[in-house]
Every structure is written in C-alpha cells, then in structure tokens.
C-alpha cells in the first residue's frame, strides 16, 4: 500500500513557531526531504527528531522526486520542508508534489509560518486582495518590465527581495509606480526583526531576506484633457509614441492596453498628428 507525502511549514526565524502536529508527523515519518540537510538537522535536533533527511533542493528536483515517488509508492511516508516557511512559496517542491499528484500518491499539508503572510499581516496595508509575485527579476530591465506590467493592479503586491539588492529594487519601485504607502519587513520572527513604514533608509550593511509590500495605486482623478490629446501632446514634445502612451497609463491608472484600446476605437488605431 502506498505512503502520502505531507508538506510540512517550519519556522522563518523563532524555533518555536511550529505546530504540535508538524513535530508529531516529522517524528512519525520515514524520511524529511529538505533544501539544507545541516539546516533541517538543527531544527530536529532541537525537537528530538532523529529521522534520516535526504537533499531535495533547486537542482536536483527532477531526479529526486522521481525517487521519492518511487519509494512512496512502496509504502514510505515522507515529509517536504524547506529550510523556512513553507515549501513551494519561492521554495523547492513543486515538482515532487506534482509528481505526487500525478502518480495518486496522497498529499497532506501542515500549514503555518509564511513570511508571505506574516509580513502582510503586520504591514498595515490592504489585505482584502494581494498579489504574491515571489522574488523581483536580477536583472534591472526584467525588474523594470514587471513593475510595470503590476501597475494597474488593485491589489497589494507583495514581493520577496535578497539584501544585496534591496536598495536598487526599492529605487526601482519608486521610479516605476511613484508615490505609493511602502512596508518593508526585514528578518521576521528573528531578534533583529524590523517593519519599516514610508521611511525606508537603508543602511549600507543589510543582512536578511526582505518581505517587500506595496499599496495598491490611488484611484487616479480623470483629467479633463482626452487622452489622445494628452498623447499628442508628449509626442509633439519629442517624446516617443510608445513611451508617451506608457507615460498616459501610468498617470492615469491604466495599462497599456486599456490605453490603446481607448485610443483605437472599433475601426482601428487613431492616427496621431505629425511631428512638426
């Protein structure tokens, strides 16, 4: 008869944000899977937990969820953790629970710490609709297209950053959707644990991963002038057609494609004056 998979939450920082069932079922199970074995080790052994772990992490995950299907299915239970929070949220696991799926293997998840959730909750922002969009893109033109494509979103975008790049994505965030309520979370649950509101200086020496929070846009008010008019008018100024109709939604509110959907009509693009 075959195993089931469970998918168990540990603790983002405090040792003792963890369920009574998540020690009972890591003690009970055949084995843990886990990014860093020396990290999962000293979660256990804090708990008395001397089941084996086996390396399940970035580059391996598609070799060794097939084995751990495998031994599933010959009758072991296993658990998935990840070195902190849950696993799947920007975190190894989505291929072993897939394979799991796939193959009728039962999969139960243990829910609990989230940096995700825990830095919203704290934030003070809206939290009625969010938008978990994991870590921001490495590269500055990447980071850049994201923004802007979550621009018009009514929703509170939440995002994961590394400290080495912390200052520049923030700088990027202001650039790309203006003035807008901020929260950054530093090091949750951890002695060092910081939530920054709107005063967002940063130190030269930064250490910890970073929940960053954004407030939805303001209803923007609808300007008098058309939107076609305004186009003309930054074009007219030399500024290029593309950039004038990205320059129209982001003041606006709108995306681009409501934009162009605005300024075509049924038959078809409007043609904009010339250029002097």
């Not at 980071?143 to 975008?157: D, I, K, M, N, V």
């Not at 940063?202 to 970073?210: L, V």
């Amino acid at each position: 008869m075959p195993g089931r998979l469970y998918v168990v939450s540990t603790p983002i920082g405090n040792l003792e944000d963890i369920t009574y069932r998540a020690v009972r079922i890591l003690k009970e199970v055949d084995w843990v899977a886990c990014e860093d074995t020396r990290t999962t080790r000293r979660l256990l052994d804090h708990y008395g937990i001397s089941k084996p772990t086996v390396s399940y992490y970035e580059h391996n995950e598609a070799e060794r969820a097939a084995e751990l299907i495998a031994r599933i299915e010959q009758g072991e239970t296993g658990a998935l953790v990840s070195d902190a929070g849950t696993p799947l949220l920007s975190d190894p696991g989505y291929r072993l629970v897939h394979a799991a799926a796939e193959a009728g293997v039962r999969v139960e998840a243990l829910p609990g710490p989230s940096a995700l959730l825990a830095g919203l909750v704290v934030s003070g922002l809206p939290t009625d609709r969010f938008l978990f969009a994991g870590f921001l893109p490495a590269k500055p033109g990447q980071r850049w297209h994201l923004l802007e494509s979550l621009a018009g979103e009514a929703a509170t975008l939440v995002f994961y950053e590394a400290p080495h790049r912390i200052v520049e994505s923030l700088e990027d965030i202001a650039a790309v959707l203006g003035p807008r309520h901020m929260v950054v979370a530093r090091e949750l649950t951890k002695i060092h644990e910081e939530v920054l509101r709107e005063s967002l200086i940063m130190r030269d020496a930064i250490r910890g991963e970073f929940v960053v929070m954004i407030g939805k846009a303001d209803a923007p008010q609808a300007p008098d002038v058309p939107i076609e008019v305004t186009i003309e008018t930054l074009i007219g100024a030399g500024i290029d057609r593309m950039e004038a109709i990205k320059t129209v939604a982001r003041e606006r509110g709108l995306s681009k494609r409501e934009v162009y959907k605005l300024i075509s009509g049924p038959r078809g693009p409007k043609r904009m004056a010339p250029r002097s």
